[in-house]
């Protein structure tokens, strides 16, 4: 059985270790699928993007000097560029933002500016930092690009490279722009039309409950979020768009639609599952091994029981078959022998009968109902003393009686039995020639009644212990034979004539075994 339980619950484990690394398997796989689609929906937000700056700066402001195509014979003059190079940027007809043009020759370095003039940053910039992008490969690539100014005005300045048939930048045209500070209109129209995702996925969910749109440049200063609020998002993709001074892309992937992205969706977790059969299973062996305990105790505690038992009926049989056969054999030599021989065989006829009902109180299935009558307690007290009284005086003990007479609410023949029974353990646990205290007394609405001797007592932590079924106190020294039944009946018996039962120590030493009943009242219990 053990075994069996073992194997159960290292089952029950296995399964939740093996669901443990499928879930941890499963979301690896699902969370790479989210983070690829989030990469992939910031590469082509990014493309897009560039795309339309694309088209605002070569196919429009720059359309005149052929960035694609090699330039031959002299420059062309800085006024190629159209006084609004780019019609569609929101500054471009506001008087508060001049536009200024530009061409900057190389490897010269002369400079020719109309339409305004550039600030100290601006300037810096055009003739440090723009001549080593030119040659970029981006820009060298695309022939374009965007160059963000770190002043407290938005400003960009857009540029493209002229080169001759070698491949050489002879010189640099640009203008002053408000595109991707103040003016996000690319970055909107992307978010709001164009398709990130597959349209099959999202099945007209609004863009907002698909993903979020963070853009940056390349010092992290935020340029448009969409939306401005916090959202939770379950995996992030960022592009970068060099043509765009480094221009970062960040999208973010809602729940909402991360379980369309993934092949079957994201698969539910085992775990809980698992965790509820290895609970269940650890439940299961711990009950199953607490019943097996109790079931040894139980077997055990029967085995001990019929031992003792055993050892009762043959110890008084065989004084009775001792004097029978005295009897028989006529070896009692005087009267006075022949009636101690018939005193012995009665005494141990009493002993077996009262062996008998103990056992019988126990094992029966239906015991009988206790008739409740007005008793005289102080009566059954003497009769279950003279009982007793001849096992008493094979033992020199004496059992003295004070009682006064009390009327109690009780069966006479149970509180019989239950006084009998504590007078038996108070001669088979007490020493020689001790004398036994039998009372009864009156306590307000209760009778009293006890039984003290001078044995060993019974210590406290074991007076709850004593009542239960087959229960014997193992006291060093001692071996004196007994069923563990008897304590039990007592307090069965005394709970059927709705009383209780105490364990007290002695002055002596010993133990007052006390039973309180109620008093009788006139016929009501």
């Not at 443990?20 to 989030?38: G, S």
């Not at 963070?214 to 992030?236: C, E, F, M, Q, W």
């Not at 199953?288 to 043959?314: D, G, I, P, Q, Y």
């Not at 039990?488 to 120590?505: C, N, P, S, W």
Request: aromatic share 6%.
């Amino acid at each position: 059985m053990g075994v069996t339980l073992a194997m159960i619950v290292g089952g029950a484990a296995l399964a939740l270790r093996d669901a443990l690394r499928a879930a941890r398997a499963q979301q690896l796989a699902a969370q790479r699928t989210l983070d690829a689609y989030a990469h992939f929906a910031s590469y082509l937000f990014s493309t897009r993007v560039y795309l339309m700056a694309r088209e605002r700066t070569v196919l429009q402001a720059f359309v005149k000097l052929g960035p694609d195509d090699p330039w031959s014979g002299p420059l062309p003059p800085v006024t190629v560029i159209p006084a609004i190079p780019d019609t569609g940027e929101a500054c471009a007809h506001s008087r508060a933002f001049p536009i200024y043009r530009f061409r900057l020759d190389l490897p010269s370095g002369a400079l020719s500016v109309v339409g305004g003039t550039p600030s100290a940053e601006a300037m810096k910039l055009i003739r440090d930092s723009i001549p080593k992008l030119a040659v970029s490969p981006p820009v060298a690539s695309w022939h374009f690009g965007y160059l963000f100014l770190q002043s407290k005005v938005p400003e960009a300045i857009a540029y493209s490279p002229v080169r001759d048939s070698t491949g050489r930048v002879r010189a640099v045209y640009g203008y002053r722009s408000c595109y991707g500070t103040y003016d996000v209109w690319d970055l909107m129209v992307v978010h709001r039309v164009a398709r990130i995702v597959p349209p099959f996925l999202t099945e007209g969910m609004p863009v907002d409950s698909i993903l979020t749109l963070s853009v940056t440049d390349a010092h992290g200063r935020p340029l448009y979020n969409a939306p401005a609020r916090r959202v939770p998002i379950v995996a992030t993709g960022s592009d970068t768009i060099p043509q765009l001074s480094g221009m970062i892309v960040t999208i973010g992937l809602r729940p909402r639609v991360a379980g369309r992205l993934v092949v079957g969706g994201i698969p539910p977790s085992r775990i809980p599952n698992s965790v509820f059969v290895l609970i269940g299973s650890i439940i299961l062996a711990l009950a199953t091994l607490a019943m097996l305990r109790r079931e040894f105790k139980l077997v055990e505690s029967r085995e001990m029981f019929l031992a003792n038992v055993s050892h009762e009926l043959r110890t008084p049989l065989q004084h009775i078959l001792l004097f029978v056969q005295i009897l028989r054999l006529k070896r009692a030599r005087t009267e006075e022998e022949r009636d101690k021989a018939i005193e012995v065989i009665e005494t141990e006829t009493h002993r077996l009968i009262r062996l008998a009902d103990n056992v019988l109180g126990v094992v029966r299935t239906n015991r009988p109902r206790v008739v409740i009558s007005a008793v005289d307690a102080s009566m059954i007290a003497s009769r279950a003393a003279a009982l007793c009284a001849p096992l008493a005086h094979a033992r020199a003990m004496v059992i003295q009686v004070d009682a006064v007479s009390a009327l109690a609410a009780a069966d006479p023949e149970s509180l019989q039995q239950v006084l009998v029974n504590l007078i038996d353990n108070a001669v088979k646990y007490g020493p020689n020639g001790q004398t036994i205290g039998i009372g009864v007394r009156t306590d307000g609405n209760e009778v009293q009644i006890w039984v003290e001797d001078s044995g060993p007592g019974i210590p406290p932590r074991d007076r709850d212990r004593v009542w239960r079924p087959f229960v014997r106190l193992d006291t060093p020294g001692d071996a004196t034979a007994g069923t563990g039944i008897g304590l039990t009946i007592v307090r069965e018996l005394i709970d059927q004539m709705k009383g209780r039962a105490e364990i007290h120590d002695t002055p002596s030493g010993g133990v007052r075994m006390s039973v309180f009943l109620p008093r009788w009242n006139g016929g009501s219990e």
